[in-house]
């Protein structure tokens, strides 16, 4: 089980480049989110999805872009890097049902220069 | 908005020992889902408990096992006969009940616990 998966897992930017960051799940799951995760600040939601075609800002949007064309792929693009987007991305998915747990992936560490 | 704070940046503890992470939160609805999330060096987020706010026994697994006070708004994870891969920060989380399912979860800053062998 590949679970979910997200690449790259390491990533140097310069300030003002564009990329995106890859997340894949292979359950089948209609609820996907990303968050970044920033030393003394947990983790804060940046946009989330409950369906193809469906997203919805969070916390800290600002900055980045989402679609959602296929209930596996939810990437997150970065429009024009800053110093400030330096973070540890995180990815998670879950079913639509209450109580039920949501599966991370295994982070991408970025760093804008 | 609902916050949670995690008041203890860091604890240590010695191996086998018994340990207590705190957690509070704010909200002011009354069914939610609460959390705990390990994570090791390794970066990888594990759920390690979650709770019901509409339960009233406390959720144990294994070794874990928390005390919710749902008057106090506060939510600690006790750790018992503490294990070296227990060396981990640890978030506390809180989520409303959805309308939607699990994409909305608010997070605390964490407590970075060390076993000491």
């Known amino acids: 089980n590949a679970g979910v998966t997200q690449t790259p897992k390491f990533q140097v930017l310069k300030t003002g480049q564009s990329m995106t960051l890859q997340c894949a799940q292979d359950?089948?799951?209609?609820?996907m989110s990303w968050y970044r995760q920033d030393p003394g600040m947990g983790l804060r939601l940046i946009h989330y999805?409950?369906?193809?075609?469906?997203?919805d800002q969070g916390e800290v949007p600002n900055g980045y872009n989402v679609s959602r064309s296929t209930t596996e792929d939810f990437p997150l693009r970065l429009l024009s890097a800053a110093p400030s987007q330096t973070s540890v991305y995180f990815c998670?998915?879950?079913?639509?049902?209450?109580?039920?747990?949501?599966?991370f992936g295994q982070g991408t560490r970025l760093t804008v220069v | 908005a609902q916050t949670v704070t995690q008041s203890q940046p860091e604890m240590s503890v010695q191996e086998a020992e018994t340990v207590t992470l705190s957690c509070t939160y704010d909200?002011?609805?009354?069914?939610?889902?609460l959390f705990w999330y390990k994570q090791p060096p390794s970066r990888q987020m594990i759920l390690v408990i979650r709770q019901e706010a509409y339960k009233q026994q406390n959720a144990t697994e294994n070794r874990f096992s928390v005390n919710f006070q749902k008057a106090a708004k506060s939510f600690s994870l006790k750790i018992s006969d503490s294990q070296l891969g227990d060396t981990a920060m640890y978030f506390c989380a809180f989520m409303t009940p959805p309308n939607f399912g699990n994409e909305k979860l608010t997070f605390g800053t964490g407590t970075r616990l060390t076993i000491i062998p």
């Open positions: 998670a998915s879950s079913y639509g049902r209450p109580n039920t747990e949501a599966f």
């Open positions: 359950m089948n799951h209609e609820y």
């Open positions: 999805s409950v369906g193809a075609g469906i997203t």
């Open positions: 909200t002011s609805e009354n069914n939610y889902y």
